[in-house]
């Protein structure tokens, strides 16, 4: 099977949406399919594109490898995590690149795969499905637009929103099926009128390495370390963790790291260097590969993110990760990632931005090293029985083959029909 995955981000990038469809791909071409990957050219979050990719951008195409996938990159408009125009034009360049170099420069998939945010991507994911008569598999990671409202980037009654509103709609209605990342994520679709049995859920998951890199407890000397590893962006409300570590100012016991980059870096930064936040160290972005490594070398990871309806959709990637090293988790947000921690017995959860919940969990974690232990090893267990990344790859490999089959038995009978239809001479 020919899978053709079109995705904003990709490694180098760091995040989320750039870890699952590098996981996933990578997974499918391992069992044997011929996997491509239609996608940008790296420069998320700075707006900057990496030295080793600045010749090939001014080209604008390549084609590289990646673990046995063929990765074309097309051009971008390169823009930081920021700013409504130049965000816009950075997502309205992809569309357009990848919808033109797909349609001339790649081999004709068996199945598409459009992974959105940015619903532009599921746009050419689209273009191409149309271009080459391929059934076209909607990802969402995010609902989108409503999850730019939850961040405060727009307005629910702007036109803008209406506007992406009709366009994730029509999206839905011409996918040939729809996957997601959260039970609740579908439900939200389904009850927007479209049938459930068009819409699958495929969690993200955890590549080994993340396993590989946990088991064994933080050191035991040395100071208490809370971690924030990810992006620093509007819908993370970043300054929860910095107005706790506040409470520990001149406690040399614990201190706070924040690894990752992002448009509100500047800001965090900042609102740090105002309220004297020396137990505070923003390390930046770290490739993937080192991302085991610093949960490991922390004794409490936080996930935190703004209070809004909306965020009750969606299970950070970067907890599973977290519990697949071991280490126990503070959660800020509430809704599915909520009941899912729950489960897994894996940490403590708090109200989303309250600050004197955070530091009573934080100090009660201190105190209990056993019951901190405790709690990472759970989360561990947890992970590695429902989401390792190689299951969710064959589950999703399956629902692709399905329609992939679906289609081929269906342009089979329209070319008998024709065949028929054309009289005897």
Request: with cysteine; aromatic share 6%.
């Amino acid at each position: 099977m020919r899978i053709l995955y079109v995705t904003h981000y990709f490694p180098p990038e760091m995040g989320a949406p750039a870890g699952r469809v590098a996981g996933l791909s990578r997974l499918w071409a391992a069992a044997g399919h011929d996997v491509h990957v239609l996608t940008g050219f790296p420069h998320h979050p700075t707006g900057r594109i990496p030295a080793e990719y600045r010749q090939a951008f001014r080209r604008g195409f390549l084609r590289e490898n990646f673990h046995g996938v063929t990765v074309h990159r097309t051009w971008i408009y390169p823009a930081a995590n920021r700013g409504k125009i130049r965000r816009s034009l950075n997502y309205g360049s992809f569309l357009l690149s990848a919808s033109v170099v797909g349609s001339l420069r790649l081999p004709c998939p068996d199945v598409i795969v459009a992974t959105s945010p940015q619903l532009l991507c599921a746009v050419a994911g689209a273009v191409l499905a149309r271009r080459f008569n391929a059934p076209l598999v909607m990802e969402v990671r995010d609902l989108w637009p409503e999850s730019l409202v939850a961040v405060g980037a727009s307005q629910k009654a702007s036109p803008l929103v209406r506007g992406l509103e009709a366009l994730a709609h029509g999206l839905y209605s011409r996918a040939a099926h729809i996957v997601t990342v959260t039970g609740a994520q579908r439900e939200a679709i389904v009850n927007g009128g479209l049938p459930g049995d068009r819409v699958s859920v495929i969690p993200n998951g955890v590549d080994r390495e993340f396993f590989d890199a946990g088991g064994a407890p933080p050191k035991g000397s040395g100071p208490f370390i809370v971690t924030y590893i990810g992006t620093l962006g509007m819908a993370h409300r970043l300054e929860t963790l910095l107005d706790a570590a506040a409470e520990f100012r001149g406690d040399s016991s614990v201190c706070f790291r924040i690894v990752g980059e992002g448009a509100r870096r500047g800001a965090l930064e900042s609102y740090a260097r105002q309220n004297r936040l020396d137990n505070v160290d923003f390390i930046g972005e770290r490739p993937r590969g080192e991302v085991p490594r610093w949960i490991a070398e922390s004794d409490v990871c936080a996930v935190l993110l703004r209070k809004n309806e909306v965020f009750r959709t969606v299970v950070p990637s970067k907890m599973l990760e977290i519990m697949a090293v071991g280490r126990p988790l503070l959660l800020g947000v509430d809704g599915e990632a909520k009941r899912l921690l729950d489960r897994a017995r894996a940490g403590i959860a708090i109200e989303p931005e309250n600050v004197s919940q955070l530091v009573a969990a934080i100090r009660e974690l201190q105190r209990d090293a056993a019951r901190s232990r405790a709690l990472g090893q759970n989360g561990r267990e947890f992970v590695s029985h429902e989401f390792l990344r190689e299951r969710l790859a064959l589950e999703y490999s399956e629902i692709l083959q399905r329609l992939v089959l679906s289609r081929t038995r269906l342009n089979t009978v329209e070319s008998r029909k024709q065949i028929n239809s054309v009289p005897e001479s």
